[in-house]
T-cell receptor, first 115, second 110 residues
Framework: EAGVTQSPTHLIKTRGQQVTLRCSPISGHTSVYWYQQALGLGLQFLLW???????NRGNFPPRFSGRQFPNYSSELNVNALELEDSALYLC??????????????FGEGSRLTVL | GNSVTQMEGPVTLSEEAFLTINCTYT??????LFWYVQYPGEGLQLLLKATKADDKGSNKGFEATYRKETTSFHLEKGSVQVSDSAVYFC?????????FGAGTRLFVKA
């Protein structure tokens, strides 16, 4: 069974540009989560999508946005890139249960460098 | 607000040493608690979890007990191996998201 896949694995952008990151969850998982892992700062929650809807959003500016498609894959878009957006962006999926999120299954991430 | 505090790293141990990585949390109610591990060059993966007070999660020789009195979930292993070298993240579910600590890097020397 394929795990969570993310693309691209690495990319370099310049300030002011826009970027789109992609994520395919594990088959059967309807929830997708996005996290930012900046150097030394741990994982910061960005967005949660479930069944095509945005369910929760972290403390990030509106230039961070995304969507989930009918096949449950997801995109994260970042507009007007700033230097501090340089980070590893992690996508995770879960089955979700009636009692909570449960175990998260992570991809290997997309490393974004903003110059 | 909801948060996780875990001991700062890096932690450097010799093989077969005892490991403790401290984790405390601030949350409403009694959330599910997790330890995730990130091996070099890999994504995060669940190491163990506990869903209610006094539960003990265990996996690969690692253990952690859900202590609601002290809001803690410390990770322990009796004898670490070089292959345990990784970054360990404490986490809990709260506010419709999973909240992670900053991570503790462990180096195990042969």
């Amino acid at each position: 069974e394929a795990g969570v896949t993310q693309s691209p694995t690495h990319l370099i952008k310049t300030r002011g540009q826009q970027v789109t990151l992609r994520c395919s969850p594990i088959s059967g998982h309807t929830s997708v989560y996005w996290y930012q892992q900046a150097l030394g700062l741990g994982l910061q929650f960005l967005l949660w999508y479930d069944e095509g809807e945005e369910r929760n959003r972290g403390n990030f500016p509106p230039r961070f946005s995304g969507r989930q498609f009918p096949n449950y894959s997801s995109e994260l878009n970042v507009n007007a890139l700033e230097l501090e957006d340089s980070a590893l962006y992690l996508c995770a999926s879960s089955l979700g249960t009636g009692e909570g999120i449960g175990e998260l299954f992570f991809g290997e991430g997309s490393r974004l460098t903003v110059l | 607000g909801n948060s996780v505090t875990q001991m700062e790293g890096p932690v450097t141990l010799s093989e077969e040493a005892f490991l403790t990585i401290n984790c405390t949390y601030t949350a409403t109610g009694y959330p599910s608690l997790f330890w995730y591990v990130q091996y070099p060059g890999e994504g995060l993966q669940l190491l163990l979890k506990a869903t209610k007070a006094d539960d003990k999660g265990s996996n690969k020789g690692f253990e952690a007990t859900y202590r609601k009195e002290t809001t803690s979930f410390h990770l322990e292993k009796g004898s670490v191996q070089v292959s345990d070298s990784a970054v360990y993240f404490c986490a809990f579910e709260g506010g419709f998201k999973t909240i992670f600590g900053a991570g503790t890097r462990l180096f195990v020397k042969a």
